[in-house]
């Protein structure tokens, strides 16, 4: 497989995603957010149809400062017990953009 770019994001990656790894993984971010406030996800720059992804926090939308929250599997959305040693896209992708990306696979057309 070809490496993924190191700037990366959900959007970006190519091939199909599949809905429910969507779905799972916009699970994860409301209940980030819930928890401490604005989510937003970065993938594995490790190829995979069902890439591992982080979450983190936005804690100063200033200065960008994001806090990491937990990382997932790509395959089962569980939490990953060493996420330190995985290489992480250097572009997030906001829950908001999440949310319509599902809402797009859904034929969501919104307003």
């Known amino acids: 497989m070809t490496s993924v770019p190191s700037d990366s994001t959900l959007l970006s990656i190519e091939g199909p995603l599949d809905e429910e790894y969507v779905r799972r993984m916009l699970k994860n971010l409301w209940d980030c957010e819930r928890e401490l406030g604005n989510a937003q996800v970065r993938i ?3 190829p995979s ?3 591992d ?4 926090a936005l804690v100063d939308a200033d200065t960008e400062r994001a806090t990491h929250w937990r990382s997932f599997s790509g395959r089962t959305h569980r939490p990953i017990a060493a996420p330190g040693t995985i290489a992480w896209s250097s572009e997030p992708t906001p ?3 999440v949310s319509k ?3 797009s696979m859904r034929g969501f057309k919104g307003k």
Not at 53 to 56: G, L, T, W
């Open 53 to 56: 992804y982080a979450i983190e």
């Open 101 to 103: 990306l599902i809402g």
């Open 44 to 46: 594995s720059l490790q």
């Open 95 to 97: 829950r908001p953009q």
């Open 49 to 51: 149809p069902c890439p």
